[in-house]
């Protein structure tokens, strides 16, 4: 038997000959960055359970912002700790609270960098959950009318995009409605269409002190065994006025991106979240993995899968050697 004429490795065989092929590609502009917001001054905190990542007061999380966009990182999505905690997360929707504060400090440092806002009552209420308790039970319509007047709180602070992350039936729809009515028409909504009952947000809780005092979070996030409830929760907060799409978490839901990118062709965000990015620290200071190599993969399969854009926590720093490695390549 004659050898194939064909051999795919004649395209592999230097890096100039694998760049000149590639099919996904990866630039500073994929990312956003999330920032944690806390009370007091001088903050600079590093977060226990997220090597790397930190706790920022307001008059510095700027520092961050401008790094980012430096980088060439067009936006950073904001979450809140705040100073008091109640039953119905008042502080979500209080003009003078952390993200409020940091939304005005941010655009005022960098007026061109796109500041979203993620708009859930978990890291507000003291029982830890997305919404308004009723019966031990989290009220759906009730916590309606308090993620809409956080989002519209967020909005006259100046944040640029309303990410909703709180997977209330309807949320969309009524957060649509109330930035309309007060003058915010023009202002976008990332949907976090697609959120699972995850494991994977282990650490994000611990940053921000969120995790439920009792129960958990499967009566309104999804079933990690349903796809094509996916669909459904898609078409769903597209029919509200959603204007982009999120898919979280990541990496165990690649599928789950590709399926949506391909069915409904709108702009879709994958969220690289907490326990991921954790994952990757830990088997990275245990000499287990090459570190920067898993990063950028990781992050192109997101890409690849489907995402136009990808929420990391390595949004800064992957920005950061792409811009170098785009000197080296010249």
């Not at 409605?177 to 976090?192: C, E, H, R, V």
Request: charged fraction near 25%; glycine fraction near 6%.
């Amino acid at each position: 038997m004659s050898f194939p004429t064909d051999r795919p490795r004649r395209l592999r065989r230097t890096e100039t000959l694998r760049r000149l092929v590639r099919e996904t590609h990866l630039t500073p502009a994929d990312f956003i960055q999330p920032l944690f917001v806390v009370p007091g001054t001088n903050v600079k905190t590093e977060i226990s359970s997220m090597p790397g990542q930190f706790h920022w007061s307001v008059d510095r999380v700027a520092e961050m912002a401008e790094r980012c966009f430096r980088a060439g990182v067009p936006g950073v999505i904001l979450f809140g700790v705040p100073t008091h905690k109640d039953e119905v997360g008042s502080a979500a929707y209080d003009d003078s609270a952390e993200v409020q504060s940091a939304v005005r400090a941010i655009k005022k440092a960098v007026p061109e960098l796109l500041v979203i806002t993620d708009v859930c009552l978990c890291e507000y209420t003291s029982h830890g959950h997305c919404g308004v308790i009723e019966h031990n039970e989290v009220a759906n319509d009730s916590t309606l009318e308090l993620l809409a007047r956080t989002a519209v709180s967020h909005a006259r602070a100046g944040a640029d995009i309303i990410a909703p992350s709180d997977m209330m039936d309807g949320r969309i729809a009524a957060i649509r409605a109330a930035l309309d009515q007060n003058g915010y028409a023009y202002l976008p909504i990332l949907s976090y269409a697609v959120k699972y009952a995850s494991a994977y947000y282990g650490p994000f809780r611990v940053a921000v002190d969120s995790a439920p005092q009792f129960g958990d979070r499967r009566g309104y996030q999804m079933d990690p065994a349903n796809a094509n409830e996916a669909l459904r929760e898609v078409e769903l907060d597209l029919a509200e006025g959603a204007d982009m799409l999120m898919v979280k978490p990541g990496i165990a839901y690649l599928d789950i991106l590709h399926t949506i990118k391909e069915k409904y062709r709108r702009p879709t965000a994958a969220y690289h979240v907490s326990g991921e990015y954790a994952m990757i620290e830990a088997a990275a200071q245990n000499g287990w993995v090459d570190r920067k190599r898993i990063i950028l993969e990781t992050l192109l399969s997101f890409k690849r899968a489907g995402a136009d854009f990808v929420l990391t926590y390595y949004a800064a720093e992957a920005a950061e050697w792409l811009l170098e490695e785009s000197r080296h390549a010249r």
